[in-house]
């Protein structure tokens, strides 16, 4: 096919982008939920184990689709929307498959929370936006819980496969296996190393 028929299919450039992110989103989520959804991962604490090595592997194994969908920075306006619907192809729906099972540990059993007294105002305040955006699916003290743990992954993944501390590791799998149980205590699920 030759370059200006593609715009048969697609009215803009910026318009086929999106389409290939989309699909490299739906791509990344189906590799997740997968992954949730084996016969190991039978309790909400293993399958946000068995998500959260999915998600490592794949972005190990498409670093350059990787560093394509995350890389550059998110609009403001698409932000907001962060990380909320499940049904669209964007990091808001990359992050929903997490949100989903931390979710799904707070309903089940509770997890230690901070309290949101000795926070800034500031912090509080974008907690509770936060929370309402999510249509309450965590308070805001169980969402800033969720986002601790988000933050921690997230950062683990973007050093590990922009090669950011590649100076110290070359190995990062023991790492990523710390964070994950570190992830697991403050969530208060068991963790348990991969077989």
């Excluded at 670093?63 to 969908?69: D, I, V, Y």
């Excluded at 901070?114 to 309402?132: C, K, R, Y």
Aim: proline residues 8%; aromatic residues 12%; negative net charge.
């Amino acid at each position: 096919m030759s370059g200006p028929a593609l715009y048969r299919y697609y009215p803009s450039q910026a318009a086929l982008i999106e389409a290939l992110r989309a699909q490299f989103f739906e791509e990344l989520i189906a590799f997740m939920r997968a992954a949730g959804e084996q016969p190991g991962a039978d309790t909400p604490g293993r399958r946000l184990n068995a998500i959260c090595r999915a998600l490592r592997h794949w972005a190990l194994a498409h670093s350059a689709e990787f560093g394509w969908l995350f890389a550059a920075p998110v609009a403001a306006s698409r932000a907001a929307a962060l990380p909320h619907d499940a049904h669209q192809a964007s990091p808001g729906a990359f992050g929903q498959v997490f949100l989903e099972q931390v979710a799904a540990i707070w309903h089940t059993q509770r997890f230690p929370i901070p309290d949101l007294d000795g926070m800034p105002t500031t912090q509080v305040e974008q907690l509770i936006a936060f929370s309402n955006r999510i249509d309450g699916l965590l308070p805001p003290d169980a969402a800033h819980v969720f986002l601790k743990c988000w933050i921690r992954l997230y950062g683990h993944l973007c050093m590990e496969v922009f090669q950011q501390i590649a100076f110290a590791y070359t190995d990062m799998e023991p790492s990523f296996e710390e964070c994950l149980s570190e992830l697991c205590a403050l969530l208060d699920v068991p963790y348990e190393p991969p077989v």
